[in-house]
C-alpha cells in the first residue's frame, strides 16, 4: 500500500524547507534565507509514532505574480496538493498574517483537502506570543505553534496530521489480486502491454514520448489468476525532466511501484540495455518488490541464432544487482509470449510471499557452514547460533550470531545464495538482519 503523503505549502521564505528537513531527520532540501530557493516539489519519507508517511515539500506560492518561475512554481504547489492526504500550511509568526497567507489559505479550502495550520518561528519557549492568535483569522482552526529550526512543536504538529490520516484504509482489490506495476522508459510500450493484457484500448498508444502521464489501473482477469495493471509515466533521467507534469508523473510511476505486488520493468528490444533502466528497476528492488524484466518490441529485432544468449548476457551484466529476476521476451503489439509473462509473474508474486520453516532454514545453514567456515578476525569466530524468517513481501531471515561485525557482507552473500538454491525465490529480493545474542 503506498503511503500517505503531505504537502508542506506556504508562501516563500516561511521556513517550509527548514521544517521538511527536521520532520524528515536529514538535510535533504536546500534552505536559505532568500525566497524561491525551492522550485520543484522534493520527496522524502518520515516516521512518527511507528508510522511512515511520505513528505513533500513545495516551492512558495505566490497567487498573484507574472513572474515565469514563480508561477510555475505555484503551479508545481498546486500538483502536490491534489495528490495530498493532508496540506500543512506553513506562516511566518514574526510577519504575521499577509494578504498572500489569506490567498493561500483561500485555495488550500477550496481544494477540499484537510489543512493543518502550522506557525512557524515560535522559537521561545512557553507559551506562544500574542501575535499567534491572530492567524485564526484564515479560518483553518486550531494553529500549531512550531519552531522549525529548533525543533518545537514538530511531535504537535505530526499528531495533528496523523489524526487527519485513515491508515486502516486498504486498497479496493481484494487480496487474490496481484497488483503489477508496469515501469519503464519513455517510448518502451507500457501502455500497448496494459491494451494487451486488457483486450482493449484503456490506454492512450502514441510514439510521442510522454503520453501517459497518470498512473492507471486496469483489471484483467483470465486463467492466470486476478491481476491489477497499473500503468505509469516513463521515467527518464532527471536532466532529461523539463516539464512540470511530467515531473509529477515520475512521482505517480514511483507511488504505483510502492503500491504493487510485481514490478514489470520493460526494455525496449531495438534499444538495448541503458543506465537509466538498472536505476528504474532499483528502484522496485530497494522497496523488496518481485520483478520480472520484460524485453519488449522482440517480433521487431533482426534475430539470428546467438541474440536471444546475448541479449540474456547483457542484461545480467546491467541488472548485476538483481540476479533473482527472470527474462521475459515478448511482443506487446502481436502478444508473443505474453501468457508466458503472465506465468512468471504469477511465479514471483508467490515467491515474494512465501514463508520457511525455521526447521528447514537451519538445515540449511547446517550444511552451508560445514561447506565454508564462518569467517574469523583475530582470532574470534563467527557463530551463527540459528536463523529464522522473519516477514514476507520480501522475505526477510534473521540471523543470531556471537558478533555482528564479524558476519562479512561475503559470507552474507554466500549464505543468501545457500537459501535461494534450496528454495527457489525466484524474482524476489531476500533481506537479511544480524542480531547479536540477546539484542
Not at 153 to 164: A, I, Q, S, V
Not at 339 to 358: P, W
Request: glycine share 8%; charged share 25%; aromatic share 8%.
Amino acid at each position: 500500500m503506498a503511503k500517505p503523503l503531505i504537502a508542506i505549502v506556504g508562501r516563500p521564505n516561511v521556513g517550509k524547507s527548514t521544517l521538511f528537513n527536521k520532520l524528515c531527520g536529514k538535510r535533504i532540501a536546500i534552505v536559505e534565507d532568500t525566497p524561491g530557493v525551492t522550485r520543484d516539489r522534493i520527496y522524502a519519507e518520515c516516521e512518527w509514532r511507528s508510522r511512515t508517511v511520505m513528505l513533500v515539500d513545495t516551492g512558495g506560492i505566490e497567487p498573484h505574480t507574472d513572474d515565469v518561475i514563480l508561477s510555475q512554481m505555484r503551479r508545481q504547489a498546486q500538483l502536490a496538493i491534489d495528490s495530498a492526504q493532508v496540506i500543512v500550511l506553513v506562516c511566518d509568526q514574526r510577519s504575521g498574517v499577509t494578504a498572500t497567507d489569506a490567498d493561500v489559505a483561500a485555495m488550500l479550502l477550496k481544494s477540499g483537502k484537510p489543512v493543518v495550520l502550522c506557525v512557524n518561528k515560535c522559537d521561545s519557549v512557553g507559551d506562544p506570543p500574542p501575535e499567534f492568535y491572530e492567524f485564526y483569522n484564515l479560518g483553518l482552526g486550531d494553529p500549531v505553534a512550531v519552531s522549525a529550526s529548533h525543533g518545537h512543536g514538530t511531535g504537535d504538529l505530526l499528531d495533528r496530521c496523523f489524526e487527519l490520516i485513515d491508515f486502516e484504509h486498504r486498497e479496493d482489490y481484494p487480496e487474490e489480486y496481484i497488483k503489477v506495476a508496469v515501469i519503464g522508459k519513455p517510448n518502451v510500450g507500457k501502455s500497448s502491454l496494459v491494451n494487451r493484457v486488457a483486450g482493449a484500448e484503456r490506454a492512450i498508444v502514441s510514439n510521442i514520448a510522454g503520453t501517459t502521464r497518470d498512473a492507471t489501473d486496469t483489471v484483467v482477469e483470465n486463467e492466470f489468476g486476478k491481476f491489477v495493471f497499473i500503468d505509469t509515466a516513463g521515467i527518464r533521467r532527471q536532466a532529461k525532466v523539463e516539464e512540470n507534469i511530467e515531473r509529477y508523473s515520475v512521482l505517480r510511476a514511483y507511488m504505483a511501484v510502492e503500491r504493487c505486488d510485481v514490478a514489470v520493468m520493460l526494455i525496449d528490444a531495438l534499444v538495448g540495455f541503458t543506465e537509466q533502466d538498472s536505476k528504474i528497476a532499483g528502484y522496485a528492488h530497494e522497496q523488496g518488490k518481485s520483478t520480472v524484466i520484460a524485453v519488449n518490441k522482440w517480433d521487431a529485432l533482426e534475430k539470428d541464432n546467438s541474440t536471444m544468449g546475448s541479449f540474456c548476457r547483457q542484461l545480467e551484466d546491467g541488472f548485476s544487482f538483481m540476479r533473482y529476476a527472470p527474462f521475459c521476451f515478448i511482443s506487446a503489439k502481436t502478444g508473443q509470449r505474453v501468457d508466458k509473462l503472465f506465468s512468471q509473474i504469477v511465479e514471483v508474486a508467490g515467491q515474494n510471499a512465501r514463508r520457511i520453516s525455521t526447521g528447514a532454514l537451519n538445515d540449511v545453514l547446517a550444511t552451508a557452514t560445514a561447506r565454508m567456515q564462518p569467517p574469523s578476525d583475530k582470532g574470534k569466530r563467527l557463530k551463527i547460533y540459528y536463523i529464522t524468517q522473519a516477514s514476507t513481501k520480501p522475505p526477510t531471515f534473521v540471523c543470531f550470531v556471537n558478533k555482528s561485525e564479524l558476519f562479512h557482507f561475503s559470507y552474507q552473500r554466500y549464505l543468501e545464495n545457500q537459501i535461494r538454491e534450496t528454495f527457489g525465490l525466484t524474482g524476489t529480493p531476500v533481506r537479511m538482519l544480524i542480531r547479536e545474542r540477546g539484542e
